[in-house]
C-alpha cells in the first residue's frame, strides 16, 4: 500500500496562475483533509470531505476550492494564486467520519508563489 | 489567541537524557488529545493518543490535565533518531487543532 500519495513535489508559480493539487489514498479511508503548514504556525485546515459525495469549508478556504472525485481522490485548486498561499500542502485520510480517528498525511506539496 | 500553543523549543539533550515539555490548549470542551511527530521537510505521523489517566508508549509518557488545559510528552533515555518536531494536537468541535511544533534535538 501506497498510503498517501500526493502531486506534485515541488511547484513555483506566478501570481495568478492557477493549479491543481492531487490527492489519493488507497486505504479505503472515507474522510480526507487538505492542510496547509507555514513557518511557526501548526497545520491549519483548508478543507475536508468527510465522505464521498461531500466537502466542508475549514479554517482558511478562501483562495481554494476543492473536488472529492471519488472515494480514493481529493483535489485542491488555486483558481488565482498569491504569494500568501506560498506554504507546503498536506493531504491527509482517516478511516471515518469521526475527527478523532488517527490521520494519516501524504509527503507534502512545497509551493512557492512568486 | 491560538487554539494549542507549544514552546517551540529547540531542546538540545544529550542521549539517554530525559526531555519533557508541555502544550496547552484554549478549548475546554476539546475532545481527544494526540501528539504527532514530524521530522524535518517530513509528514506528520501519529506517535501516540493522550488518554485522560496518562498513558506510556515505551520510552514515551504522556499526560492529560483538564484542569489546566495542557498535555505533556515526556521521552526517556533518548536516542538521536528522536531528533524531530513533536505537534501537540488537540480535538474540538469538528475538527483537529495542531500546535505549531517543539523541536528536540538529541546529540550524541
Known amino acids: 500500500n501506497a498510503g498517501v500519495t500526493q502531486t506534485p513535489k515541488f511547484q513555483v508559480l506566478k501570481t495568478g496562475q492557477s493549479m491543481t493539487l492531487q490527492c489519493a489514498q488507497d486505504?479505503?479511508?472515507?474522510?480526507m483533509y487538505w492542510y496547509r503548514q507555514d513557518p511557526g504556525m501548526g497545520l491549519r485546515l483548508i478543507y475536508y470531505?468527510?465522505?464521498?459525495?461531500?466537502?466542508d469549508k475549514g479554517e482558511v478556504p478562501n483562495g481554494y476550492n476543492v473536488s472529492r472525485l471519488n472515494k480514493r481522490e481529493f483535489s485542491l485548486r488555486l483558481e488565482s494564486a498569491a504569494p500568501s498561499q506560498t506554504s507546503v500542502y498536506f493531504c491527509?485520510?482517516?478511516?471515518?467520519?469521526?475527527?478523532?480517528?488517527?490521520?494519516?498525511f501524504g509527503p507534502g506539496t512545497r509551493l512557492l508563489v512568486l | 489567541r491560538k487554539e494549542v500553543e507549544q514552546d517551540p523549543g529547540p531542546f538540545n539533550v544529550p542521549e539517554g537524557a530525559t526531555v519533557a515539555f508541555n502544550c496547552t490548549y484554549s478549548?475546554?470542551?476539546?475532545?481527544?488529545f494526540f501528539w504527532y511527530r514530524q521530522d524535518c521537510r517530513k509528514e506528520p505521523k501519529l506517535l501516540m493518543s493522550?488518554?485522560?489517566s496518562g498513558n506510556e508508549d515505551g520510552r514515551f509518557t504522556a499526560q492529560l490535565n483538564r484542569a489546566s488545559q495542557y498535555i505533556s510528552l515526556l521521552i526517556r533515555d533518548s536516542k538521536l533518531s528522536d531528533s524531530a518536531t513533536y505537534l501537540c494536537?488537540?480535538?474540538?468541535?469538528?475538527?483537529?487543532?495542531f500546535g505549531a511544533g517543539t523541536t528536540v534535538t538529541v546529540r550524541a
Open positions: 486505504m479505503n479511508h472515507n474522510s
Open positions: 470531505s468527510a465522505s464521498e459525495g461531500t466537502t
Open positions: 493522550v488518554y485522560s
Open positions: 491527509a485520510s482517516s478511516g471515518n467520519q469521526r475527527v478523532q480517528e488517527t490521520q494519516y
Open positions: 478549548n475546554s470542551a476539546s475532545q481527544s
Open positions: 494536537v488537540v480535538m474540538g468541535d469538528y475538527k483537529l487543532s
